[in-house]
């Protein structure tokens, strides 16, 4: 009889763990399902907390959750949304140097697994809002970052346009004599190419997101050793050019390529001890194959070297790489690095001509 | 005729401004740090027009400031800036480091050409008076800290300055001084006075 008594308590004993384990693992996977969906609804709404807040209030009924209220401050921004200081409300603040966040639930009652889920919300509720308010703060000071590089270096360009101009308009008031006249214009002569690529480089840059007028096509025939030779003396490079070939392009487009490409290496001559470079020009059927390799030395990550800003360079604007490609491809060409070579070996494809 | 070393890696802008400049003064050039170095080792250069955004940093005044600070250390050149690096930060630095003049581009030629008479005038002026036997030395010093750093630093930069005027010749420093060789090391010690690989 007693043995009989044992055996059925623990019949019962294991039906209730049994029972008990369903119905955990039913709130379990209720409870998971909804933070599952918060953090969906949160990644459609693209981190956006305005859109977000707003609408989680569905999904947290769902979890017995009537009510919820926040206090958030971010980068001089305010979302609020009133306590409705009910009597079972739980709620959590976090302080920052950036932030503050106060996020409250009211439950519909604290009492059993309600407390675990009540805890669980709170916790998902205020990583999701923090998480969101990061990204919007680093998206920010990234673009403003990037921002700010771009006005230093159009900036930079801009005032030495305007310095050039004011003592350009002072050379021509002083110019009494015919050989003063001479010498003025002998060294005009002398920097008129430089002016030449200078603006062909900034309308390159201007251009860089604009969608190109393919309706007319280009009529210049650009010899590719000669415009490179020029740039390779303008940066006082040791090369080696092999191979000839020409191209029909916009011109400002190509010296923009090379420029920006040559630029790179004329840098790394400046940090490093005789940097020379080697040019070769394949000239393909319907393209023109160009290798420029140097012997400097290269540190950085080659897999992001025509990243938008990227720079390996303190202080670089990490523009021009990716300004070249980009130009290469609306041309119906493209850069690429060539593996297996030693340091960064460039190879420049640019059609011979552009179709319409 | 004064010499004069133009340092801006714009080429077109500074043929403009060596136009302006090479009717009174030999004008000499340099587009960068190497170049600029190279020139100043080479040449008595009386005036140095400093660009600060150099390559390969042309959008930070890093370069120039180290070309500002390896003249001031080594050379008795004058220093005019002319930059488009408008940040009260770089300004106060290089004003801090020595520099003559701190101009904003775009400058009027006419206040380029007002700023290097008078950094000629300054330099003529201080050759007189080093023929006298008088030598300028400016340091910066926190004022409000006792009497005893200021000597301190007083004596740091006179006999620095001496010693490199002698080639960090200990013996012929010791005499222009006016001191026993045994106390002049004995300051070398203090101030940990080395000579370094651009000395």
Redesign the interface.
Same mark, same amino acid.
């Given at each position: 009889m007693t043995i009989e008594l044992i055996y059925h308590f623990f019949i019962l004993t294991g039906l209730v763990i049994i029972g008990v384990l369903i119905y955990l693992r039913f709130l379990s996977k209720r409870m998971m399902k909804v933070i599952l969906e918060m953090i969906d609804l949160n990644t459609k709404l693209e981190y956006d907390l305005h859109q977000f807040l707003p609408n989680t209030l569905n999904l947290l009924r769902k979890l017995k959750i009537d009510d919820y209220f926040y206090t958030i401050h971010y980068l001089n921004t305010t979302i609020e949304r009133s306590n409705p200081k009910r009597e079972k409300q739980v709620e959590k603040t976090i302080q920052r140097e950036d932030y503050q966040i106060t996020i409250g639930i009211v439950p519909r009652h604290s009492r059993g697994e309600q407390v675990f889920i009540n805890t669980v919300v709170l916790e998902i509720l205020s990583v999701l809002i923090e998480m969101n308010i990061l990204i919007h703060i680093k998206v920010i000071h990234e673009a403003l970052y990037k921002f700010s %590089?771009l006005q +230093? #270096?159009l !900036? *930079?360009d801009a %005032?030495?346009l305007?310095? #050039?101009?004011?003592? !350009?308009s /002072?050379?021509i008031h *002083?110019l009494e004599t015919h050989y003063k006249k001479d010498? #003025?214009i002998n /060294? !005009?002569k002398? +920097?008129l190419p430089?002016?030449s690529r200078?603006s062909a480089k900034i309308i390159g840059l201007l251009e860089m997101q604009k969608e190109t007028d393919d309706t007319l096509p280009p009529e210049n025939t650009i010899d590719i050793k000669s415009l490179l030779e020029n740039l390779t003396k303008h940066y006082k490079l040791p090369n080696t050019i092999n191979g000839q070939a020409s191209i029909i392009a916009e011109e400002y487009m190509v010296i923009s390529i090379f420029d920006n490409l040559l630029k790179n290496i004329?840098? @790394?001559s400046?940090?490093e001890a005789s940097v020379t470079c080697r040019i070769d020009i394949d000239n393909l059927e319907s393209h023109v194959r160009i290798v420029i390799s140097d012997t400097g030395n290269f540190i950085g990550d080659r897999n992001r070297l025509f990243e938008l800003f990227y720079s390996t %360079? @303190?202080?670089? !604007?990490g523009i021009g790489l990716h300004q070249a490609q980009n130009i290469a491809q609306s041309m119906g060409g493209d850069i690429r690095i060539l593996p297996d070579m030693p340091g960064v070996t460039l190879e420049v494809i640019l059609p011979k001509t552009q179709k319409v | 005729m004064p010499t004069l070393l133009l340092v801006e890696d714009d080429i077109a802008l500074r043929k403009q401004i060596r136009f302006s400049l090479e009717e009174n003064f030999t004008v000499l050039e340099a587009e960068n740090r190497k170049e600029a170095t190279e020139l100043l080792r080479k040449n008595p250069i009386d005036v140095v027009i400093l660009d600060l955004g150099l390559p390969p940093n042309e959008g930070t005044p890093e370069e120039g400031l180290i070309v500002l600070s390896s003249i001031l250390n080594h050379y008795a050149s004058k220093v005019i800036i002319l930059t488009g690096q408008k940040t009260e930060g770089v300004a106060l630095e290089a004003i801090k480091s020595g520099a003559f003049d701190y101009l904003l581009k775009p400058a009027s030629m006419e206040k380029i050409l007002f700023s290097v008479e008078r950094a000629i005038l300054f330099k003529d002026a201080e050759k007189e008076l080093e023929k006298q036997g008088i030598k300028k030395i400016s340091f910066d010093i926190e004022v409000g800290k006792g009497l005893q750093p200021l000597r301190d630093e007083a004596d740091k930069h006179v006999i620095l300055k001496v010693l490199k005027d002698t080639n960090f010749n200990v013996y012929q420093s010791a005499k222009i001084l006016g001191v026993k060789r045994e106390s002049l090391y004995y300051f070398l010690k203090k101030f940990g006075l080395k000579r370094t690989h651009d000395d």
């Open positions: %590089k +230093t #270096f !900036l *930079h %005032k030495n305007a310095q #050039f101009i004011g003592s !350009l /002072y050379n *002083h010498r #003025f /060294y !005009l002398e +920097t430089v002016i200078s004329y840098d @790394k400046l940090q %360079k @303190k202080g670089g !604007l | -």
